[in-house]
């Protein structure tokens, strides 16, 4: 078993930045690919980020150049920088892990609880 447990959301103004980070314990390996979901109030959960087993990375066209994917596997941690953030950027923030290179979260196989982020007008 894998568990994810990520902190850093809050409440931040329009612009501002925030860094989101996942601890992944238990069964942890660098082979997994780590991604950053994000689900709205009525909306389906949506991707954001991901990071590959070499670290190469995807991102959501809504967070490009905005947002950086970051990762440590000697600490087995992920990170996720967020800046510029927008309104629309409100949402719960999942870590997971996915032994697939992908960006559908029926393809991630371990999930966190998720962190909030709020980002004010």
Known sequence: Q????????????AGGSLKLSCVV????SSSY???WFR???GKEREF???IGWTSNTAYADSVKGRFSISRDNVKNTVTLQMNSLKP???AVYYCAA???LSTRPIDYNYWGQGTQVTVSS
Do not use: F, I, N
């Open 48 to 50: 954001v980020a991901l």
């Open 33 to 35: 690919a780590m991604g």
């Open 2 to 13: 894998v568990q994810l447990v990520e902190s850093g959301g809050g409440l931040v103004q």
């Open 39 to 41: 689900q709205a109030p």
């Open 98 to 100: 996915s032994w697939r």
């Open 25 to 28: 314990s238990g069964r942890t």
């Open 88 to 90: 629309e950027d409100t």
